[in-house]
């Protein structure tokens, strides 16, 4: 919780310090309301949510006084509004079992990281893990899996560089069902360069997995870093072009002030937002609270 809240008043001072001295008239002026949009969209929210908060504000009636706090609980609140419907943790409830949750993301992003601690938190919940190494692109990717698998005390299935994605994912399936393990979490190639490969790749993992269960994967979560600000936007764009994408985790919250393109996110694209990941062991992982990330951004 420090360690998010470290990450986050990085945030929450930039918007703070563009805030402050804003509001020093009686009434929000054309003026200083251009000024308050400005400071949302520096901090990363996008012109979208920072038009509909100059909106809202411009419409307050300020009945208890017009101050920086009250300005600044509006745009808590109309956060907390953004930000509610799509805090949706990752459920275990997949029948028949095993649930299958696609990994994907551009490498770097935190996704082998984010598997980890997605593990961690299922087995802290009593549920039966394994893991399957799809990325087979990089050999690096497989390795670093095999030792968070060991780590984690999880099976995991795997194939050489350069093998077959689909079928290690087919395989994992097989035998997840087969010793009863309630999540098969898989690594997938985070090639975005080569879309059209991509594409194919994660076609035919969905094709393969259909034939074991029509419901499969039941989960496509997409990683993304925070660090790169806007760029994590036009990530989300591509991928739910590429990928069938049904929700998000956001890493690398505690080194950023970019805390604020969540909430860009969530008014851009709607989609479900699991957890975000606050370091690098496999217990930095936080449930996405709206109301918390909205006190600490705008607080
Ligand atoms: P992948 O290439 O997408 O699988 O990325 P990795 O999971 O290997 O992560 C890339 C780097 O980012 C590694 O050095 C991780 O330790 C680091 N990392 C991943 N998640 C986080 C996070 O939430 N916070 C921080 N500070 N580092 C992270």
């Known amino acids: 919780k420090d360690r998010l809240f470290g990450g986050f008043s990085k945030t929450s001072s930039r918007l703070t310090e563009n805030l402050t001295g804003l509001v020093t008239k009686a009434k929000l002026d054309e003026q200083t309301l251009d000024e308050i949009e400005d400071a949302l969209i520096v901090s990363d929210l996008g012109p979208a949510t920072a038009a509909s908060i ?26 907390t509004g953004i930000l509610e419907p799509v805090a949706i943790p990752l459920e275990i409830d997949a029948f028949p079992r095993p649930q299958v949750i696609l990994v994907i993301g551009v490498n770097g992003s935190g996704k082998t990281t984010t598997i980890a601690k997605l593990a961690h938190l299922f087995l802290e919940q009593d549920y039966g893990v394994m893991l399957a190494a799809g990325d087979t692109f990089r050999a690096a990717a497989i390795g670093q899996l095999k030792v968070w698998a060991e780590r984690l005390g999880v099976p995991i299935i795997s194939g050489k560089e350069g093998g077959d994605s ?56 997409l990683v993304l870093d925070a660090t790169t600000g806007q760029n994590a936007l036009s990530q989300i764009e591509v991928f739910r072009e590429v990928a069938k994408v049904t929700g998000l985790v956001m890493t690398k919250l505690d ?16 989609l479900p937002i699991h957890a975000i990941g606050v370091g690098e062991t496999m217990e930095d992982l936080r449930p996405f609270e709206a109301s918390d990330l909205a006190a600490a951004i705008a607080g």
């Open 54 to 79: 100059r909106e809202k504000l411009s419409q307050e009636r300020f009945e208890k006084g017009l101050s920086e706090d009250a300005v600044r609980k509006i745009i808590q609140e109309e956060i």
């Open 166 to 221: 689909a079928s290690i994912v087919y395989e994992g399936v097989k035998q997840a069902t087969a010793t009863g393990i309630d999540v098969l979490i898989v690594d997938t190639a985070g090639r975005l360069q080569n879309r059209t490969e991509l594409m194919d790749e994660l076609d035919k993992i969905r094709r393969v997995l259909g034939r074991l269960n029509p419901e499969a994967p039941h989960d496509v979560v």
């Open 255 to 270: 080194g950023t002030a970019r805390g604020g393109v969540l909430v860009a996110a969530a008014k851009q694209f709607e």
